[in-house]
């Protein structure tokens, strides 16, 4: 079929295509464009182009998707993929933008793509895109094709900031991508899920326009796929939109995957955002362009910093408060808490407020069941850190050999090492140790004043006062947890 230009009554643009909105139809075509991911130059190529636009789309959209046909005009035919026009008012900027209530719509939204990824294909082929390493790649070629927009309009040293972030998450991460990989959790996606190209009906979701230029690009993990969306809710204002719907695709798929990888992913997708507005930049010279660059660049930047894994020792002497100290801090941060005190009760196969009193250096608390205990929590943080999980270690700490491999453990999983020791006066130790109620600590203080006498200089580490509320020390160690 063709269609005259003369019923045409508005026109879409993109970077790369234009969209002809007529009647109840919406006619999409390719530019005539050569880029460094797409090839549009001829009208094969622009007809091929179309026809597997029109496959992949309507996997998920196949009442969107009506077929492919030709637009007539000046003498020549322009090959344009037929489409259902969607009403306005129901795509989802807009409705971010007007402030409606998006619960519902986000939920619909994360049950129809968990629904999608269930059946999306998977092959040999398709989980190697979502290997580590394959990641470290698409990162690695995003940042070398920003290095023209370097200083102008983004500011180098940020390029530099994200590449470092991303090579050390990367580098301490392969057993977590090892594990999605294991799971099945690479897929053939949508790859470039946006706002504006999704529309809320009222019998659900259409989620339009997914990635045909380059099938390895579309080949992630499934919760990437998401996280773009997820991304671009948050580039609009709508944060709490981003993790609700988040939140609710883990619900529906099962996914337990750690907010690190949520984080990382939404920097990936923050920084594709950021080359594409380079790219549109260079085409329109329109300073709005180089705005939202900068934007997503910032945006790409909070969550790397964010998604960073910490292992965090809080440590002092029994009555200090430390443990108090590492369960707020643990609840502020979703991070896990390995606690001393559980772990030595745990490997002598005993209940943790079973008691295993003994004098200082003796019982359960000589030196060899106290290395068996170090070396214990650290080879499960060590794993847990692989993971993508922020850990956080409750001990004593008072020897600086066990600091050291801690340190350590931090540098082979490129994870930020946190310290903080937790102090009180002398007077109130003794008091607190007493008054505790179900204690899992066997420490007395006359065992608390030994230890002080065998504790190493810890300059390393953050003091916080627990002469202070609970609320205003764990606050302190949060904001120290958040520096950049």
């Known amino acids: 079929m063709t269609t005259p230009l003369s019923t045409v009554s508005a026109l879409r643009e993109t970077h790369v295509g234009l969209v002809v909105l007529t009647g109840d139809r919406a006619l999409k075509t390719k530019k005539p464009v050569r880029t460094a991911f797409c090839d549009f130059s001829t009208p094969a190529l622009r007809r091929a182009a179309i026809a597997r636009e029109h496959l992949l789309n309507s996997r998920l959209a196949p009442d969107v998707y009506l077929g492919t046909a030709e637009l007539a005009g000046a003498g020549c035919a322009e090959p344009v993929l037929v489409m259902r026009r969607m009403p306005e008012d129901a795509r989802l900027s807009t409705l971010v933008r007007r402030g409606a209530d998006l619960t519902e719509p986000l939920r619909e939204i994360a049950r129809r793509m968990a629904a999608f990824h269930t059946t999306a294909e998977r092959a040999p082929a398709i989980t190697s895109e979502g290997s580590r390493d394959a990641l470290l790649g698409r990162w690695h070629r995003s940042l070398d094709e920003l290095e023209s927009f370097r200083d102008a309009p983004l500011q180098g040293g940020d390029l530099d900031r994200v590449r470092d972030l991303v090579d050390r998450f ?16 690479i897929v053939d996606g949508h790859g470039d899920l946006l706002a504006d190209d999704v529309f809320c009906l009222a019998d659900g979701p259409r989620l339009l326009d997914c990635l045909d230029f380059d099938d390895r690009l579309r080949f992630v993990d499934a919760l990437d796929d998401l996280c773009f969306l ?4 948050e580039h609009l204002g709508a944060p709490e939109a981003a993790d609700l719907l988040l939140d609710d695709y883990c619900e529906f798929s099962a996914d337990p ?12 997708r923050a920084m594709v955002r950021a080359k594409v507005d380079c790219l549109r930049l260079a085409q329109t010279a329109d300073p709005a362009d180089a705005e939202a660059a ?17 292992l965090a020792l809080v440590g002092g002497l029994p009555g200090t408060g430390k443990s108090t100290v590492a369960g707020d801090l643990t609840d502020l941060t979703g991070a896990v808490l ?5 772990v030595r009760k ?5 209940t943790p407020t079973d008691p295993a009193g003994a004098p200082f250096g003796r019982g359960l608390y000589d030196a060899e069941h106290t290395a068996a205990l170090y070396t214990e929590l650290l080879d499960r943080a060590e794993l847990l850190l692989g993971q993508g999980e922020s850990v956080v270690l409750d001990a004593s700490w008072t020897d600086a050999h066990w600091r050291e491999r801690a340190a350590e453990v931090a540098a082979r999983t490129s994870s930020r090492l946190l310290q903080f020791v937790c102090t009180a006066p002398v007077e109130q130790l003794g008091r607190r140790i007493l008054t505790r109620r179900h204690p899992v600590s066997d ?3 006359g065992i608390a004043l030994a ?11 953050v003091e916080i006062s627990t002469t202070e509320l609970p609320s205003v020390c764990a606050g302190r160690a949060r904001r120290v947890w958040d520096a950049r």
């Open 170 to 185: 990367l580098h301490g991460r392969g057993p977590l991508f090892a594990r999605r990989a294991a799971e099945s959790r």
């Open 230 to 233: 997820a991304m671009d809710l």
């Open 257 to 268: 995957a750690p907010t690190a990888l949520r984080h990382h992913y939404v920097a990936y």
């Open 294 to 310: 900068r934007a997503h660049l910032a945006l790409a930047l909070d969550h790397l910093g964010r998604g960073e894994p910490r």
């Open 338 to 342: 390995l606690s001393s005190d559980r």
């Open 346 to 350: 745990e490997q002598a196969g005993m």
């Open 443 to 445: 420490a007395t203080p």
């Open 451 to 461: 230890m002080a006498d065998a504790a190493a200089p810890w300059p390393e580490a």
